[in-house]
């Protein structure tokens, strides 16, 4: 059969570690997701709700929202998603990949009304994110589908599924990741005769030294997605595409 290919998406396809969150920006936050404050107020939040640290970063991110007067609603949260930059060759390089029957998921914990708003949604058979449910005005009150670290994992096993691999074998999948939150999504596809791959684009030896510790890293490299870059060929050559 013919290549399934799971992406991360921030900091795999982004040149951002974290989400671009511009609403937190309009809601006085500066450098949004990157600010020390709010990384800060998710710690605290996690640890004073006993809750899941992405859980905690939604909580904080909701709260700011609408102490600054805006409505939590899908056009408000994903502000900026149709302008996002990407890593260099990303857009080239997944139209030279599309061309090749290859299928293309991307698998994120950050929120679907964003993902699916960005240039690159169309090259994806399916993106895989966090959803929500709605009140009657349309504002967002709940979560319909979470995703983070460790349920990843039942995502690729729905993907396996969806191409009517029952049996979990993922000698047809790659899984392309840049940090410890693709840990999980890395084992497992590795200890299913997959290939993952790890990319940065600045190399942090804590996390280098965690994954080859636990060796289920197949190739580590930039995350340049341009022609004739390490990572380009080296996919090229797994989908055995000339």
């Known amino acids: 059969m013919n290549k399934i290919i799971i992406y991360d998406f921030d900091g795999t396809l982004t040149p951002y570690a974290l989400p671009k969150l511009e609403i937190l920006e309009k809601s006085g936050l500066e450098d949004d997701a990157y600010n020390p404050q709010f990384l800060e107020l998710t710690k605290i939040r996690s640890k004073e709700k006993n809750i899941d640290l992405y859980k905690a970063v939604y909580d904080i991110l909701f709260e700011i929202v609408k102490n600054a007067g805006f409505k939590l609603?899908?056009?408000?949260?994903?502000?900026?998603?149709?302008?996002?930059?990407?890593?260099?060759?990303?857009?080239?390089?997944?139209?030279?990949?599309?061309?090749?029957?290859?299928?293309?998921?991307?698998?994120s914990s950050g929120m679907k009304i964003c993902l699916d708003k960005t240039k690159i949604a169309s090259y994806f058979k399916e993106i895989y994110a966090t959803t929500f449910t709605y009140d009657h005005n349309n504002e967002i009150d709940g979560f319909e589908i979470f995703i983070d670290d460790k349920n990843k994992v039942t995502i690729i096993k729905e993907i396996l599924k969806k191409n009517d691999i029952d049996n979990e074998d993922c000698s047809d999948v790659i899984y392309i990741g840049d940090g410890v939150s693709d840990f999980y999504a890395m084992e497992y596809i590795k200890e299913h005769g997959g290939t993952s791959i790890f990319v940065r684009n600045d190399f942090n030896i804590k996390d280098i030294n965690f994954f080859k510790e636990k060796s289920i890293v197949d190739f580590y490299t930039e995350a340049d997605f341009s022609e004739n870059s390490k990572l380009y060929n080296y996919v090229k050559k797994l989908c055995k595409i000339k």
């Open 73 to 107: 609603t899908d056009e408000n949260l994903s502000l900026g998603y149709d302008n996002l930059e990407y890593n260099t060759g990303v857009i080239e390089y997944l139209n030279m990949i599309s061309k090749n029957n290859i299928s293309n998921y991307l698998l």
